[in-house]
């Protein structure tokens, strides 16, 4: 029971997990202008792994999308890469899992097979868990970076380039790589329980008949000698008449 516990609850950290690490991904808001310093607050700019935008003070926004890609930062690539590799590994550990929960019967598959399919989902969702962090936190990188230099982030450039902090993206980002993580770690804990299940359902006692010693003795009793004649009355009376047969 416990396993099963906490199976699902490793499924279901997973799942949002993965939405976060998705919608971080597709959040504009990776870099926010900082508005500490800045006179200008009639526009307000922030940027993101595939756009940057300004939103004026009238509620108009406008997106460009970062029409290179060999212009851009590498650093910026790589948080692409990381991302997008946390969200194939993520995805394929949910969908192993579904199919290793213990409460959804598949056929005849055993427990033993079911608790090897809960470790490779906890595995592959730890791994994503640990690109989504490792891409944020790059990024996090990227913008303390561009901080201190007095640049851009991606494509917003410029004579009067604002300064840029860290968005809400980032804190989804954390956020949903760390679910990832503790549900990869709960996914492979039930993997545990449920191979020591399988261990103690499965194992067969030896059961010792008991030894009877049986003391065969042979039979002393006189047997009747097999006689080929008979004896029988005769017509008149007289007994004792033999007859031999050959």
């Known amino acids: 029971m416990a396993a099963t516990l906490c199976q699902v609850m490793g499924f279901i950290l997973s ?6 690490i998705i919608a971080a991904t597709g959040m504009d808001q990776w870099a926010t202008e900082d508005l500490y310093d800045n006179i200008v607050t009639a526009v307000f700019s922030y940027s993101g792994l595939w756009n940057s935008c300004v939103r004026q003070s009238s509620g108009f ?6 029409f290179t890609i060999l212009g851009l930062p590498a ?6 890469a990381l991302m997008i590799v946390g969200i194939v590994l993520g995805a394929i550990g949910v969908v192993i899992a ?17 608790a090897t399919m809960t470790l490779t989902a906890g595995i592959m969702i730890i791994l994503a868990g640990v690109c989504g962090i490792a891409g944020v936190s790059a990024f996090a990188n990227l913008i303390v970076q ?26 989804v980002g954390w956020i ?71």
């Open 15 to 20: 799942l949002l997990g993965l939405a976060g």
């Open 61 to 66: 926004t406008e997106c460009r999308p970062y």
């Open 75 to 80: 650093l910026l690539q790589a948080v692409r």
């Open 98 to 114: 579904i199919f290793a929960l213990k409460c959804l019967k598949m056929g005849n598959m055993e427990d033993s097979i079911k």
């Open 146 to 171: 561009t901080c201190m230099e007095g640049g851009g982030v991606g494509g917003l450039t410029g004579t009067l380039t604002p300064r840029y902090t860290f968005g809400p993206a980032l804190f």
């Open 176 to 246: 949903g790589g760390a679910v990832l993580f503790i549900g990869g770690i709960m996914l492979c804990l039930a993997c545990r329980g449920m191979s020591s299940e399988a261990t103690q359902r499965y194992d067969g006692m030896a059961y010792k008949a008991a030894s009877h010693h049986t003391i065969y003795k042979s039979d002393t009793r006189p047997r009747p000698a097999f006689n080929d004649s008979y004896k029988a009355h005769s017509v008149d009376g007289r007994s004792n008449q033999r007859f031999d047969y050959v």
